[in-house]
Every structure is written in structure tokens, then in C-alpha cells.
């Protein structure tokens, strides 16, 4: 017997002055699964998150809760009867109840039973000492948790996610949210996390799904969607670019790295090579001293050094290229300040760019 996806949205479409903001958006997420719906601001993410927690109304298609329909543009389910617990960027603890008073706001049950419950969920958060507290006494990090717990107070079949970790500063983040994840496993809970962060997509995330414009361009794993992008601006929303440009001949494109394959394009088709900066070699032994052929890479191109800027783990270096004067970026692990005006030959993994038509 096939187990029906734990949340699942067919083409919700939602327009607004005559524009969809959502242009017939599908998902499915298994039960205890991440999906993140990773995209710029703007292009429709909390949106569709509205909709399916029942804030807002699509304008067409449906939402599905362990098979059964909860919303369409006729049937409306409530938003409290819809096992699906939200949380967003402001935690929005009631700042006159106590933490354990918060964590226990809307559940059903006794007295007993809800304090029960409150005093479990803030112990598995480590914030049990904290029960009869006031939000105020909280740090930002312990608010969020106490957010978390009130959350999953009721049980919900679904998680929806709104940039919950945004308000928390780096030092605490990461930290927040592995113990986050870690507690959602534990309970069994289907999430859709909404981000514009790549790092926490890719952290959290059991599939991504890239929005762009309204409408899922690619979804998949996360490491499909960084080592397969769907198109240029796929890749670039991953991480910084380096584009070439060329012409496809007999399967061929002709650039100053040597030729790249180009299996399946058209003869005369204009193409766009694209890799990133971690994928740029350096050769050291012959900087300055002209091209080697035996590059593993494919032939090296000459550039000047025109910044060098040490990034933490990593150096980025920008080089001016000799071919065609346009800025080519590497990155270096550690320390590497060369001076500018150096000339290096640069070279070019192959299996590590993608080529796209020319848009």
C-alpha cells in the first residue's frame, strides 16, 4: 500500500492586481521529510506558505494533508483544524504569559495535561528551568526555542517554517538549528522551510526546491541542485560565478582554456560556460612563465592579480585576464595575498562547469 505524501499542493496558483505571485505550484513532502523552498525575496515563498496554513485563500488548485483534501477554492478547512503548526521570523511570545503558559496556549486537556506537556517539550529544548519565566528573561536564541515548543505543543502532522532563524545572529544559528532539526525528526514532523539562505537550505534541507518568479524552476536533493543547477542563475544562487562565452562547433566551444564539450547543442548555438571560483586552479610553478600544455585542466589563460582579500578560510583573489580584460575570481583555502599586478596562468576544472545557452 503506497503511503500518500504527508503535505502535498497541486498548481496553487495566487494572483494579486491581476498577477500571480504563485504560478501553479506542486510539492510533496514525505512524512518526517525537510523540504526547503529556497528562493529571493519576492518570488512567492511565504506566500504559498499563507496558503497552505490557511491565512490566505489560492485563487486555483488544491492542499492535501496525509491524502485527504483540506483546501481548494470551494471546500476551506480552518486554519486551526488543519494539524499544521507555524512558525516565522517573530517568535511571538505573549509577553504577559510565563514560557511554560506560552508553550501550552491552545492545547486541549486539562490543566495537568497541558502543563504536563509544556514541561516536556521545554526539556527537550533544555529549557525546563525556565517554565515559569517570562519571555523578557529569555535571549534570543531561548525564545526562538520556547517558539519551537509551542509550536509542536499540538502534535502537528506539518511544519511550515518562515525564516524562523533570520532574527538570531550567526554565532547562535547554526547551533539552533541542528537542535531544531534534530527535535522535528524526533517527532516525526513534515517540514516546508522557507529561506533565502542557500547555506541553511542545503543544511536543513532533505530537498530543496528553487523558487524563481512565482514557479519552481528545480527541485531535488541538495546536492543535486548545486552539482546539476537547472540554469545560469541557478548556479549564481549557490554561490559567486565566472561566465565565458563562445560558439558551439561540431559539439565543440573554442575559449582561452581550450576547447569545452558541448554534447547535444546546435552548431551556431551562443553559449555561456559557467563555473564558480573554488573551481579555478593556480599554476604556481609557472606564473609568469608562459603556458603548460599538460594541465590537467585544459590549457591556462594569463591574468593580473588585481585584489586579494583573505575571507576567513579562504582567500579570494580577482586576476584581470589578458583575453579579454573582464575580472575572472578564484578562491585559495588559507592565506594567499599575492600583490597586485602578479601575472599567474589560470586554469579550469571541466567537470566542474555547466554550459547553458546564451539567454
Not at 13 to 30: E, P, Q, Y
Not at 201 to 210: G, K, N, Q, V
Not at 302 to 313: H, P, T, Y
Request: hydrophobic share 40%; aromatic share 6%.
Amino acid at each position: 500500500m503506497t503511503v500518500p505524501p504527508r503535505l502535498e499542493i497541486r498548481n496553487l496558483v495566487r494572483r494579486f492586481d491581476g498577477k500571480a505571485v504563485v504560478d501553479h505550484v506542486s510539492l510533496a513532502i514525505a512524512p518526517g521529510h525537510v523540504t526547503c523552498l529556497l528562493g529571493p525575496s519576492g518570488c512567492g515563498k511565504s506566500t504559498t506558505l499563507r496558503m497552505i496554513a490557511g491565512v490566505e485563500m489560492q485563487d486555483s488548485g488544491t492542499i492535501h494533508v496525509d491524502g485527504q483534501l483540506i483546501c481548494d477554492t470551494v471546500f476551506r478547512v480552518p486554519p486551526e483544524r488543519r494539524s499544521i503548526g507555524l512558525m516565522f521570523q517573530d517568535f511571538a511570545l505573549f509577553p504577559h504569559l510565563s514560557v511554560g503558559e506560552n508553550v501550552a496556549f491552545g492545547l486541549k486537556g486539562s490543566g495537568a495535561e497541558k502543563k504536563r506537556r509544556a514541561k516536556e517539550l521545554l526539556g527537550r529544548v533544555g529549557l525546563s528551568h525556565y517554565l515559569d519565566d517570562y519571555p523578557h528573561h529569555l535571549s534570543g536564541g531561548e525564545q526562538q526555542r520556547v517558539a519551537l515548543a509551542r509550536a509542536l505543543a499540538p502534535k502537528p502532522r506539518v511544519m511550515l517554517m518562515d525564516e524562523p532563524f533570520s532574527g538570531l545572529d550567526n554565532r547562535l544559528r547554526d547551533g539552533i538549528r541542528d537542535e531544531t532539526l534534530d527535535l522535528l525528526k524526533e517527532e516525526g514532523t513534515s517540514v516546508l522551510l522557507v529561506t533565502h539562505e542557500p547555506e541553511e537550505a542545503m543544511r536543513m534541507a532533505d530537498e530543496i526546491a528553487l523558487m524563481r518568479g512565482g514557479k519552481i524552476v528545480q527541485r531535488g536533493a541538495p546536492y543535486n541542485i548545486y552539482n546539476a543547477p537547472a540554469d545560469r542563475e541557478a548556479v549564481a544562487f549557490f554561490s559567486d560565478i565566472n561566465l565565458l562565452t563562445g560558439k558551439v562547433q561540431g559539439a565543440l566551444v573554442a575559449t582561452p582554456f581550450g576547447r569545452f564539450l558541448a554534447p547535444g547543442v546546435p552548431d551556431g548555438t551562443e553559449v555561456e560556460i559557467v563555473f564558480r571560483p573554488q573551481h579555478v586552479a593556480i599554476d604556481f610553478d609557472r606564473a609568469g612563465k608562459g603556458p603548460n600544455p599538460t594541465v590537467a585542466q585544459g590549457a591556462p589563460a594569463r591574468g593580473l592579480v588585481e585584489r586579494a582579500r583573505f575571507m576567513g578560510s579562504e582567500s579570494l583573489v580577482e586576476f584581470r585576464m589578458d583575453h579579454d580584460r573582464e575580472v575572472l575570481k578564484a578562491t585559495v583555502p588559507n592565506v594567499f595575498l599575492p600583490k597586485p599586478g602578479t601575472p599567474m596562468w589560470l586554469s579550469v576544472r571541466r567537470d566542474r562547469c555547466f554550459i547553458f545557452p546564451k539567454s
